[in-house]
Nanobody, 125 residues
Framework: QVQLVESGGGLVQAGVSLRLSCVAS????????MGWFRQPPGKEREFLAG?????????????NYGDSVKGRFTISRDNAKNTVYLQMNSLKPEDTAVYYC?????????????WGQGTRVTVSS
């Protein structure tokens, strides 16, 4: 069982950067693939980014991104702090959404088994 708590959302102006954090507890964080998703108002949830769990014989983390954020958003993790981050640059009004982190063991594309409560990001023009 993994508990996830997101933070770092808020109201920002277009063009700025924001970093979201997600702290995990309850299990071995490094053994989980982690992902970030978002759900804009009135729309379906969208995959943003995933980062792989630690694997024997692998020297780094594998990452992947949804097309809508590729090149603007960066996912990273700090296993010592049980935290996954989402660095968001050049924010646009269409990035307005509730952002969720998720954990699983089925690869960075999911499916994911555990979800946080979300943190709201509002980007004004």
């Amino acid at each position: 069982q993994v508990q996830l708590v997101e933070s770092g959302g808020g109201l920002v102006q277009a063009g700025v950067s924001l970093r979201l954090s997600c702290v995990a507890s309850g299990s071995t964080f490094s053994s989980y693939d982690m992902g970030w998703f978002r759900q804009p108002p009135g729309k379906e949830r969208e995959f943003l980014a995933g980062i792989s769990r630690r694997r024997v014989g692998w020297s780094g983390d594998s990452t992947n991104y949804g097309d809508s954020v590729k090149g603007r958003f960066t996912i990273s993790r700090d296993n010592a702090k049980n935290t996954v981050y989402l660095q968001m640059n050049s924010l646009k009004p269409e990035d307005t959404a509730v952002y969720y982190c998720a954990a699983g063991r089925s690869g960075i594309w999911g499916p994911y088994d555990y979800w946080g409560q979300g943190t709201r990001v509002t980007v004004s023009s």
